[in-house]
């Protein structure tokens, strides 16, 4: 792929996350939110769809099965306002795409890596977290546990991936990893302890940047 057709994507996709940052924060342009949310997923699928080789056709598969369920996630959590179900459904939705984040990351796995030390660290993180959530979880409290424990898999599985391929793509798909984590924990804070300042741009910014970042990391492995 030339490096212009990258160029050009990385500037729509900025475009696009900028404009929906601002329309969630505008009143009066709810009708327009359900379309520049969905947009910033759907342009993400489509540049990795045209642009990534069949090299390996699983990675690909699970790359793309990973963004559709991430953009199922987005499309539900649009609806919140309306009933439970769909902040359950979107949470199931995201659940789906962090399995198979893992199950992507594990096929690339460097299986002589302990990463002990990475756990401890995520265990701790997770659990000052939960202590902060739990007063607020209610009926959640299971589904919140098990999403947390998935979405620290995700974590761990990425940083296994450490010297096993090269090094930017570790490093792009790590660090997208947590962010991801910093992404749903900010939405996660905001719904169950307390309102954030400006959190639904923190969340999309982070959250977007996840999901390019995992992208260009497997794209840059798949070349």
């Known amino acids: 792929m030339k490096p212009i057709q990258t160029t050009t994507f990385l500037v729509i996709f900025v475009i696009l996350v900028f404009l929906?940052?601002?329309?969630a924060n505008l009143e009066g342009f709810d009708s327009l939110h359900f379309i520049s949310k969905p947009l910033?997923?759907?342009?993400?699928i489509t540049y990795f769809w045209l642009t990534t080789k069949p090299t390996n056709k699983?990675?690909?598969?699970?790359?793309?099965?990973a963004l559709f369920f991430s953009l199922v996630g987005d499309v539900l959590l649009l609806f919140v306002f309306k009933s439970e179900f769909f902040f359950i459904g979107g949470l199931l939705a995201f659940l789906v795409a962090h399995i198979l984040y893992?199950?992507?990351?594990?096929?690339?796995?460097n299986s002589s890596l302990k990463?002990?030390?990475?756990?401890v660290l995520f265990a701790i993180y997770a659990i000052g977290l939960f202590a902060?959530?739990?007063?607020?979880?209610?009926?959640?409290?299971?589904?919140?546990?098990?999403?947390m424990l998935v979405i620290i898999l995700m974590g761990v599985t990425a940083y296994l991936r450490k010297e096993n391929v090269s090094s930017l793509s570790f490093k792009l798909v790590f660090i997208g990893a947590l962010l991801f984590m910093l992404s749903d924990s900010i939405l996660a804070l905001n719904k169950f302890y307390t309102p954030i300042p400006y959190s639904s741009f923190s969340i999309m910014l982070s959250y977007a940047l996840a999901q390019l970042l995992i992208v260009l990391g497997i794209k840059k492995q798949l070349e």
Request: net charge positive; with cysteine; glycine share 6%.
């Open 20 to 23: 929906e940052t601002v329309i």
């Open 40 to 44: 910033i997923l759907s342009a993400l």
């Open 58 to 65: 699983r990675l690909k598969q699970l790359t793309l099965m």
């Open 102 to 109: 893992c199950l992507l990351f594990l096929n690339q796995r």
């Open 115 to 119: 990463p002990y030390g990475v756990i």
């Open 132 to 147: 902060m959530l739990y007063p607020g979880l209610g009926d959640l409290l299971i589904p919140v546990i098990v999403y």
